[in-house]
């Protein structure tokens, strides 16, 4: 995905010599947190199941703005005591997260029983829009006599860079101001060693019996059935709203539900026989929308919460892929915004070379003093093509010319740079090698330190060429030229078209290993071929560049049982050097990564080969908490009811996982559109064993949409058109 995960055991402070600069010390398991996580714009929040941010070493939790934590602690008690947990749930659109407490059994000092369990109940209700955590907290007393209830809430703001929160030790700080405290509000301040000023406002409405720079304080007396509702307001560098919280709280909670419904409402909707399946569908689309900030250019899919929520190309530019279907708006949006944040210049500290494709944007005070090189970092090798395929398959899915004309300059652009700074030595093959010691040392998708090795586990030595890699180059040189030809441009069609011909047989020639039956996973520097059995050949399939002749035996290779584990194809096979099921990229299942290679599987026509890794993808899907996908889950061989072996610190929700159900129901459908013709095709479809029918509605061409419904009838898949609105056809082949 993006910088190195490393799983390890020790605090960051232990390590002598770290094997990456930017992993993550899993010193606190995700998925043991099972945290809840809220997202608007560059604001994200992870809470415990309570509803708390609990500090504490390697503590993950906190209310998260453009890469700094304003809200590093946040406890409710009652009665001295924490309240039980009864429920917590994130609406289905993702819109809220709502917890629901009760007090425990609350003694005096002499054990006398005060207020018995279950007699209070507490509702959190909590969402975040522009820059502000809003939380509604109403406390009832079921109880059949009245109560004296004390209320506190204890806060703090420690202002870490997300990098430091990942882990990172820094040699010094900025420095925190004085709080500032009123009857109702708290102001806690802190100025960064970048000079720029970051507050964190606390409102309560009504305002507290007692308010201090670290807690609230609230004294209720509570008649039986009474409801009170206290409202808590937490902005992020905020200007100071002149209304109330209590006012704010509700109009901010309907206009933040219509900015979801609306840029949800573009998408087309899925819904199927199967009721878990749905649940799946529905999460993963939520959690797309969740993730989608609005940029000057249009929606972009930040990449996952915690770790990663913000700008990075590889990620969005797979995401939008996957989306590419039901919403071709997002893959305007990140092809426009990358557009305008292509490299132009040489900065060796940052990676970027003329024409390149943004890697990752942060805006930390870590990054802003260059403790970081992340402020607009261009070190990923694959973007670059990827940018270039996504134009094609953007223009072949809508037919919009006027994004094609804007987009032509970055295209030319970016084919200058495969020629030229992609191509470190000439040899018609696309490397990379990081230009400072600050920079990422693997580029492509699986970035770990360790993740590119040879058939002894001995490490690769650069500049590397990745074999997928190779396969985006052969893809986009093709979108390039269908492209130019429909812009007028012939010579540089027939040029591009010319390249990608003579890539795919060098490619071939220098990468295919009889004895592996697969592709190698890359080249060095000194051009010997990595013998590694991996999943990076699934993405060749996905691209086209494998020849009809090979397919058959890289697809066996990935469905055999030392790659495929049931829940999906690892990353590494079972028995290669470096392979571990629990390791980051070396063994382990990733949702995204699956889902490029069904697309590829599909491509050959081995729709049933794709189904199965469909099937284990959402059979996982069902044994995890929400329906969530998560970035990735450990390699383990799938064991008759059992669920999926979890991996500590993969994100969620991750967007490019998030996207791997809809890519995989595509590639079993065959579902492609001709917009020129106003068509929507349905190339030899099945449906996986687990769907007996599927609607897909609000399926959009220019001038029309069409609603379909596609069942399976003995060994076939029929399509009924429900709805059509303009010239849009159905087509569908056996």
């Known amino acids: 995905m993006t910088e190195a995960l490393q799983q390890t055991g020790l605090r960051a402070s232990q390590l002598v010599a770290p094997p990456a600069q930017f992993f993550i010390p899993a010193a606190a398991s995700l ?281 990075f190309g590889r990620d969005a530019l797979i995401t939008a892929r996957e989306m590419l279907w039901l919403d071709p708006a997002v893959a305007r949006g990140v092809l426009l915004h990358l557009a305008a944040n292509q490299a132009t210049e040489f900065d060796p500290h940052t990676d970027a070379e003329p024409g390149k494709i943004l890697h990752e944007v942060r805006y930390g005070e870590m990054a802003e003093t260059g403790e970081v090189p992340f402020r607009r970092y261009y070190g990923s090798v694959d973007s670059t093509p990827l940018f270039v395929m996504l134009a094609g398959a953007y223009f072949e899915r809508t037919g919009n010319r006027e994004v094609l004309e804007t987009l032509w300059p970055h295209v030319r652009a970016a084919l200058d740079w495969i020629e030229t700074y992609g191509d470190r030595d000439g040899d018609g093959f696309v490397e990379y090698g990081r230009r400072s010691d600050k920079g990422l040392a693997n580029q492509g998708w699986k970035d770990s330190h360790d993740a590119v090795f040879h058939a002894d586990g001995t490490l690769a030595k650069g500049p590397i060429a990745l074999c997928e890699v190779q396969g985006y180059v052969y893809a986009a040189r093709l979108a390039a030229a269908e492209i130019a030809r429909e812009l007028g441009h012939d010579g540089i069609a027939q040029e591009q078209a010319r390249k990608a011909s003579e890539l795919k047989s060098r490619f071939d020639a220098a990468f295919w290993a009889d004895e592996l039956g697969t592709y190698v996973l890359a080249l060095d520097g000194d051009k010997r071929p990595c013998r590694v059995r991996s999943s990076n050949a699934g993405h060749l399939l996905w691209t086209g560049i494998v020849p009809e002749e090979r397919a058959v035996t890289v697809i066996h290779t990935l469905m055999g049982p030392t790659s495929f584990c049931g829940w999906g194809v690892r990353t590494i096979a079972a028995g290669q050097a470096r392979y571990n099921p629990m390791s980051y990229h070396n063994g382990s299942v990733w949702p995204h990564d699956n889902a490029l290679i069904g697309a590829g599987l599909a491509r050959y026509g081995f729709r049933e080969q794709a189904a199965r890794i469909f099937e284990g993808i959402f059979s996982a899907a069902t044994y995890i908490d929400l329906r969530r996908l998560p970035e990735l889950f450990c390699g383990f061989p799938r064991r008759e009811t059992q669920g999926p072996t979890f991996y500590p610190v993969a994100c969620t929700p991750q967007a490019w996982a998030a996207g791997a159900p809809l890519l995989l129901l595509q590639a079993c459908l065959g579902l492609r559109f001709d917009a020129e013709a106003r068509q929507v095709i349905f190339e030899q479809p099945i449906l996986p064993e687990f769907l007996g029918e599927v609607v897909l509605r609000n399926l959009r061409l220019d001038g029309g949409s069409v609603d379909v419904a596609l069942r399976r009838s003995g060994t076939h898949v029929v399509a009924d058109v429900l709805r059509r609105d303009g010239p849009v056809r159905v087509i569908v082949t056996t």
């Open 31 to 311: 998925q043991e947190r099972r945290p809840r996580t809220l997202k608007h714009g560059d604001t994200f929040a992870v809470f415990d199941h309570n509803g708390d941010v609990l500090s504490g070493p390697g503590s993950p939790e906190g209310l998260f703005h453009r890469d700094t934590r304003y809200l590093s602690h946040y406890y409710l008690t009652i009665g001295g005591e924490r309240p039980m947990l009864l429920s917590s749930t994130l609406r289905d659109d993702n819109a809220t997260l709502t917890c629901d407490l009760t007090n425990p059994d609350l003694n005096d000092e002499t054990g006398r029983c005060l207020i018995a369990h279950d007699r209070i109940h507490m509702r959190r209700t909590r969402f975040l829009w522009q820059g502000t955590c809003y939380e509604r907290l109403a406390v009832r007393n079921f109880d059949e006599v009245a109560h004296e209830v004390t209320l506190e809430i204890a806060f703090e703001a420690d202002f870490a860079d997300i990098f430091e929160v990942r882990g990172r030790v820094r040699a010094r700080r900025g420095t925190s101001l004085l709080p500032e405290v009123d009857g109702s509000h708290v102001l806690l301040s802190y100025r960064g060693l970048d000079h720029n000023p970051r507050s964190t406002a606390l409102r309560f409405d009504p305002a507290p019996a007692q308010l201090e720079p670290g807690k609230a304080v609230y004294r209720l007396s509570l008649a039986p059935g009474e409801t009170r509702s206290l409202f808590i307001e937490i902005g992020c560098d905020a200007n100071g709203a002149e209304d109330p919280p209590s006012r704010l709280f509700f109009r901010s909670l309907r206009d933040a539900r219509r900015a979801l419904r609306r840029s949800s409402s573009r998408a087309a909707t899925v819904q199927s026989s199967n009721e878990i399946f749905n649940e799946t569908m529905r999460r993963s689309v939520s959690d797309l929308y969740m993730l989608m900030t609005d940029t000057e250019e249009g929606p972009y899919p930040y990449a996952g919460v915690p770790w990663f929520s913000t700008v």
